[in-house]
């Protein structure tokens, strides 16, 4: 077997609205089989839904949280996610896989990436047990009913929560 000086980078995608400790956590597992992570903050996919956080928001909490990692960097990116991860020389696509209900999603989405460009794999990793409930659209839910998020959200994140209440809704 040879080896090759070539980096191997992961690209992380996703909305991020906001980053959770889940998200956090996956991260950490891509960089145990990578030289380098990019989560990558769709455009998107913040449009159909109610988003909490601007996206440039989003990328400032993510860079912050990560500002300790030189091998993460933050990314934001429209339209196809295969052609940003070329134009990024990225060979693999991180995707947490939390149980049963995420897997029909993520299998039709890496099916497609698949068909769109075959030489990028889709990585599943599993999270951190006591992490595997958490998402963004339930830290939303908590914050909008002004609940406690500091165990679901790093610092940055819970930082600009605070700043910004009451919500509204
Ligand atoms: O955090 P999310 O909302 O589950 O992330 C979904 C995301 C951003 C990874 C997905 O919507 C995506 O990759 N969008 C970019 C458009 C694209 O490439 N679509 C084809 C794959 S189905």
């Known amino acids: ?3 090759t000086a070539r980096k191997r980078v992961a690209v992380f995608p996703g909305s991020f609205d906001p980053i959770t400790r889940g998200h956090e956590d996956v991260v950490r597992r891509a960089l145990r089989f990578s030289d380098g992570v990019i989560v990558a903050v769709s455009h998107r996919s913040s449009e159909a839904k109610q988003h909490l956080f601007s996206v440039a928001e989003r990328l400032d909490m993510i860079g912050e949280i990560f500002a300790d ?3 993460v960097e933050v990314a934001e990116f429209d339209g196809l996610l295969v052609d940003f991860a070329r134009q990024r020389r ?4 991180v995707r947490g896989l939390r149980g049963a209900l995420d897997l ?9 990436n698949r068909e769109l460009n075959g030489e990028i794999e889709t ?3 599993a999270p951190t047990a006591e992490l595997s ?3 963004s659209s339930l830290v939303r839910e908590v914050v909008s009913h002004g ?3 500091s165990r679901f959200v790093g610092a940055p994140v819970l930082r600009r929560i605070l700043g910004r ?4 809704g």
Do not use: H, R
């Open 1 to 3: 077997m040879t080896t």
């Open 69 to 71: 990692t030189p091998e």
């Open 90 to 93: 990225a060979t693999l696509i």
């Open 104 to 112: 029909e999603y993520e299998l039709k989405m890496a099916l497609t």
């Open 123 to 125: 990585v599943f990793l």
């Open 133 to 135: 409930f958490l998402s």
């Open 147 to 149: 609940g406690d998020a």
């Open 165 to 168: 209440l009451p919500l509204d």
